[in-house]
């Protein structure tokens, strides 16, 4: 039956030592008489408002106490008196609110995204630790990086160093495709991993030893989602799949977690290393870069050291002309990020300047919708001029006056940040979309990120808040109170620079997305030396394998199918890590190449051009071994080796091992993105042809894909028909460019409606005043054109301003964006003046929706006087 | 004289505890007056009363013993004060003498 102690010690401590036994006794004494007739809780409640009664009777050194009561009793005060001013200006408020709102959604969203991005990978317990190593050899005269390096790092690394607690290889083995209770099931992330696979990547053991599993031929661990999908259940250990095209079956060993969605490396079902051809794990040797290395290394161990002993230790194997290779350790939470640079990154990846560009334009977005209050608040001074003078003469202190405005700013903005949260709820099932995350708003709560959060908000508060917060408690009382007042006009300089500011940076913004659409628009249609449309790339292998020539026949009867070649993989993916070499002589100096194995068909199907020498003459597939391969190079080839094209025709060559003689030579073409140049190419008459291109007329696609589809399901009966456009394919290498030009676009088109939205704020404000001078005008004969002319010219002028600033601000930072691109565009002089017709056209369209409004309005109603 | 008028409510306790005499202590003054005057106050209000009613000089006051219940806290009794007798009269009288001075006819 006793209170809350901390209530009698509250007391206890704080009453005056003479009183504090008495009062507090009398109150227990009620307490108890009350514990009598009614609940603790009531009780409880009864005793909390008798121990506030008694706050006005706390020693002196206590009366912080009753002055923190007072404190809480001004903040009721100023957020009533928020709330009013906020019911009494709804136009106003409404506009605030929306800004900021709009603000405050796209600058919470990016930094979700930013968040995403830059969480990759870490969810690995001791990522830290964990490298992947990258291959630099040299390439072209400098060095390249990529991301494959040979089978022997791995194993090497692991022999070598202590520090190497575990070590993985990962080879892609690309699309497969088990048939499971007779049913033909596509896997398209099947990766052969090593046994320590798990120790690198550790994830969650869900049934079954997976470090078994993977130390057996021909066993599988399935991810979570893979046992979904091919068997519907996780309860699977110990099944046996059928791989197409293997005579064995495979066992599942065991299930595993999924790899968290923010994770480079998306796979879905492992398969131990030693199911591959037995000597691609017994022989380890420095040729044939094909795999992807992981290391995980004790903590602290030092990178610099190893790396420096490894060199060592390839020169020593390979020889002095292994002086320009080295490993390189990439932490697995960079590879998202900083992969840029690196060549065959398999994986789906960011780019860490769109980050910086990203958390740079929510902060511009934030900041327009910041002035958009402080120019609204600061415009709208006069009417609470009276007020501030008022509150001065009964005694409030300046810094009293400045902690009311910028409670007002808290308050308007959390009730922005509220609506903005729930804004974001709406908009993130399509932002994921878009960019291809899985965002969500629960990301909000995880660590950083509240920081983050409470960091905005503060920040926008206090931003939005402090400049009006500190002119208007700076009024004096005399000048306000004695009526010739007129605050509005001194601070209309400051508002104009925000307003110049604010259009400033969206045109910016404008400027930016128009070109970098243009650039992209460029991209896609560039001339790539090959013809790209119509054509379709289908994977083959199986029993259409075996019997190409036959099904490529049948496919050429076709009335829609043009031509049709095969090689080893579209060109959009040719892979690199041949190096050519003059002579038949082995150990010769080579030229570092990339390479395909095509048919004679290749040329006129791709409608490639002969530049001299001829397209294969009597075509043969070449065996390793004999001196009969044929080569094609292309003029950045034959430029390297020092030859003209003319020259280039008929000279020995060897191609890691191939030896065999130029026979013609064509045009450059694009084989990768128009970030890099066009390098050198050989196409040589090899094997390994399993890529099928089909050229479809024009104008008959769809009954050509249909024509194609029935060939390949009287042909196939194990592969499901699958293909892909070349031209789709090849605008997958732009992917990234692509959605940041869409974010670009609509958060480009947000920041220029919020700078918009504070120009309405301000014109109605402004008109509203000037409602007296319209009707004199009016009644003086000024027509609505001259009307809408005055009103408008005032927030034109900064407009005007704002575009001649920022135009050649963002001609340099595009022309810098641009320098990422080996083939771009040159920035033409009418995109800034697009940009500026956009901005200005937008501008006058808002003002003139209120200026003529003011100007038609009735001047009787203006010039009335009651 | 201006330190030694009474207002309302302190008029009030200081009757109260003239009314209770030997048994006016915190509790029992606040039931006597929500008793007669069937309004609720809060402990801090009566003993703001109390303090300021001692400091004028109009009550005095003695610590009871330690019971068992209340916390085994003593009360504290209070005594009107000689003077606190004085001011209570001079209210009463001032009062009378308005009430004499109503002519007959204002009552009619």
Redesign the interface.
């Known amino acids: 039956m006793?209170p809350p102690k901390w209530m009698t010690d509250l007391l206890q401590w704080g009453l005056p030592s003479g009183?504090a036994?008495?009062?507090?006794?009398?109150?227990?004494?009620?307490y108890?008489e009350w514990r009598g007739e009614r609940s603790q809780g009531i009780s409880n409640w009864r005793f909390f408002?008798?121990t506030?009664?008694?706050?006005?009777?706390f020693s002196p050194q206590f009366s912080l106490f009753s002055r923190i009561l007072n404190q809480i009793a001004m903040f009721n005060h100023y957020l009533r008196i928020a709330w009013r001013q906020m019911q009494k200006h709804v136009r106003f408020s409404l506009i605030n609110i929306v800004g900021l709102t709009a603000g405050l959604a796209a600058g919470l969203l990016i930094l979700l995204y930013v968040q995403y991005e830059l969480s990759y990978d870490k969810s690995y317990p001791e990522h830290e630790q964990v490298y992947r190593v990258n291959f630099q050899v040299p390439y072209d005269g400098g060095t390249e990086v990529i991301a494959l390096t040979p089978n022997i790092v791995s194993p090497l690394m692991q022999r070598t160093f202590p520090e190497v607690q575990a070590g993985t290889r990962v080879y892609e083995g690309g699309r497969v495709i088990f048939r499971i209770e007779d049913e033909l099931i596509e896997e398209p992330a099947y990766f052969y991993v090593d046994s320590l696979f798990l120790d690198i990547f550790q994830l969650q053991t869900l049934s079954g030893d997976p470090d078994a599993a993977l130390r057996e031929p021909r066993s599988l661990v399935l991810t979570e989602s893979a046992a979904q999908r091919f068997f519907n259940s996780t309860d699977v250990v110990g099944k046996l799949v059928e791989r197409i095209n293997s005579k064995k079956p495979y066992k599942v060993g065991a299930v595993i977690q999924d790899p968290p969605a923010n994770s480079h490396f998306q796979f879905s079902t492992l398969v131990s290393f030693y199911t591959l051809r037995k000597t691609l794990y017994t022989d380890e040797h420095w040729g044939m870069a094909n795999y992807y290395t992981y290391l995980k290394l004790s903590p602290g161990a030092n990178l610099e050291a190893i790396s420096e002993e490894i060199k060592a230790k390839v020169v020593e194997q390979m020889g002095e002309q292994a002086r320009d290779i080295a490993l390189q350790f990439q932490p697995i939470s960079d590879i998202h990020l900083y992969s840029g640079h690196i060549i065959y990154n398999p994986f789906q990846a960011g780019d860490i300047t769109y980050v910086y560009l990203l958390t740079t334009v929510a902060f511009l977005i934030l900041l327009i919708a910041c002035i958009n209050y402080v120019n609204l608040t600061t415009a709208r001074s006069t009417q609470r001029a009276k007020e501030v003078g008022l509150r001065k003469v009964v005694g409030a202190q300046q810094g009293e006056l400045f902690v009311q405005f910028i409670i007002e700013a808290v308050f308007i903005t959390a009730i922005s940040f509220l609506l903005a949260l729930l804004v974001i709820q709406l908009v993130l099932p399509a932002f994921n979309a878009l960019t291809e995350r899985s965002l969500s708003l629960g990301m909000m709560q995880e660590g950083k990120m509240i920081w983050g959060a409470t960091l905005v908000f503060m920040l926008v508060a206090f931003i939005s808040g402090s400049y009006p917060a500190l002119s208007l408690s700076r009024f004096r009382p005399i000048q306000v109170l004695r009526g010739s007042f007129h605050g509005a006009s001194s601070g209309g300089w400051m508002r104009k620079g925000l307003v110049v500011f604010q259009f400033a940076v969206s045109i910016f913004l404008i400027i930016g997305t128009l070109i970098i659409v243009q650039q992209l628009n460029y991209l896609q249609s560039k001339s790539l030396g090959y013809d790209r449309e119509h054509v379709l790339s289908l994977p083959v292998s199986g029993s259409i394998d075996d019997n190409i020539q036959a099904f490529r026949d049948a496919l050429t009867q076709q009335p829609e199918v043009i031509a049709v070649s095969s090689c080893t993989e579209s060109p959009y993916q040719i892979e690199g890590g041949y190096s050519i070499q003059k002579g038949w002589r082995e150990g010769e100096e080579g030229l570092s190449v990339t390479a395909m194995a095509i048919d004679e068909a290749f040329v006129p199907t791709m409608k490639l051009r002969m530049v001299t020498g001829e397209n294969f003459p009597q075509f043969r597939v070449a065996k390793y071994g004999e001196p009969n391969w044929q080569f094609i190079l292309n003029e950045k080839a034959v430029e390297s080796m020092g030859w003209t094209s003319e020259e280039a025709i008929g000279q020995q060559v060897m191609l890691n091992g191939r030896a065999g003689m130029v026979k013609g030579v064509v045009n450059n073409f694009h084989i990768t993105s128009l970030h890099h140049e066009i390098g050198p190419l050989v196409l040589f008459n090899g094997p390994d042809l399993y890529t099928l291109m089909v050229r479809l007329a024009p104008g008959e696609v769809s009954q050509g894909i249909a024509a194609v589809e029935k060939t390949w399901d009287a042909w196939e009966k194990n592969e499901p028909f699958q293909y892909h456009f070349l031209d789709d394919q090849y605008h997958r290498l732009y992917q990234d460019e692509e959605k940041i030009s869409q974010i670009f676009t609509i958060f480009s088109i947000l920041a220029i409606l919020i700078a918009c939205l504070g120009l309405l704020g301000l014109i109605s404000y402004t008109t509203a005043q000037r409602t007296k001078e319209i009707g004199i005008r009016k009644v003086l004969g000024a027509s609505v054109g001259q009307l809408v002319l005055l009103l408008n010219r005032d927030f034109l002028i900064p407009v005007l301003v704002a575009i001649l600033l920022s135009t050649p601000l963002a001609w340099y930072a595009m022309n810098q964006w641009l320098d990422n691109f080996s083939y771009k565009i040159g920035i033409s002089t009418w995109i800034f003046f697009l940009a500026g017709a956009i901005c200005l056209l937008i501008s006058w369209i808002t003002v003139s929706f209120q200026s003529f409004q003011a100007a038609t309005a009735d001047p009787v109603e203006a010039l009335r006087d009651e | 004289m201006r330190g030694s008028r009474l207002g309302e409510f302190e008029e009030i306790v200081l009757l109260t505890v003239a009314v209770l005499f030997d048994e006016a202590y915190g509790i029992a003054v606040k039931k006597e007056i929500e008793a007669r005057l069937d309004r609720k106050i809060s402990v801090g209000a009566l003993h703001t009363a109390f303090n300021r009613l001692e400091k004028k000089g109009f009550l005095q006051s003695r610590l009871g013993e330690a019971t068992a219940s209340r916390g085994g806290k003593r009360k504290r009794y209070f005594q009107v004060t000689a003077s606190g007798f004085g001011a209570l009269k001079t209210v009463r009288q001032t009062r009378n003498e308005f009430w004499e001075a109503i002519p007959e006819i204002a009552f009619k």
């Open positions: 006793q009183k036994e008495d009062i507090l006794g009398d109150l227990l004494e009620l108890e408002l008798h506030l009664s008694l706050l006005p009777l």
